[in-house]
């Protein structure tokens, strides 16, 4: 894996709420950051408590770089008519790990399963335009083992190559806990093994 493609783009935070209005219907947006599928229940229940009146709750969500899961929801709504253009928007923008939700407020004019394709697409462009959408750089933790004597050299490759320490012991026999950037792995691990009294294996932390 090369520099240009061990990042990716994703919410720093949730977004502010947007409303588009569509044949008095009205369509409130989120933009969430998660971690996990089990981040996105809590997240539904929430908006579902703060519009109450509202018919139906579609989202879509995304996670992962390598491997990608997705999921997208109706709610009720007609086939694909919802979940599908929400995560269609999820691609257009090029994020991942975020759940983007659209909640209906039926106006009482019924727009027909084009008119809420446009609606609930429209409406997440609107949220992930309003998100703070940042860059992050994909790192992979991995233990330093080596004796108190090589310590300088250690020292000296970390601050070189501008590494983050996690966390540190520091005795006879010394234990780093470094994160890497994993485009830049193989030339970290070459540059630590071409030193024989420094053993660096991936971390379980």
Not at 35 to 59: F, M, N, R, W
């Amino acid at each position: 894996m090369d520099i240009a493609s061990d990042t990716y783009r994703t919410a720093s935070k949730p977004s502010e709420e947007i409303l588009f209005k569509e044949k008095k219907s009205k369509f409130f947006g989120y933009v969430f950051p998660i971690q996990s599928e089990d981040d996105v229940k809590p997240l539904i229940a929430e908006i579902k408590k703060e519009h109450h009146t509202a018919g139906h709750v579609c989202y879509a969500w995304q996670l992962g770089v390598d491997t990608i899961r997705y999921r997208a929801n109706d709610d009720g709504e007609p086939n694909n008519s919802a979940g599908l253009p929400i995560y269609g928007q999820i691609q257009a923008f090029d994020v991942t790990n975020v759940l983007v939700a659209v909640a209906r407020i039926f106006g009482g004019t019924k727009l027909g399963v084009g008119g809420l394709i446009s609606a609930y697409r429209n409406s997440a462009k609107m949220a992930l335009e309003n998100a703070d959408v940042i860059e992050k750089i994909m790192q992979q933790q991995f233990q330093l083992s080596f004796d108190y004597p090589a310590m300088d050299k250690v020292m000296r490759i970390i601050k070189q190559q501008k590494l983050q320490i996690i966390s540190q012991q520091m005795e006879m026999d010394c234990k780093l806990i470094i994160s890497i950037r994993k485009g830049q792995i193989t030339t970290i691990k070459n540059i630590f093994e071409a030193i024989h009294t420094v053993s660096i294996s991936e971390s379980g932390n």
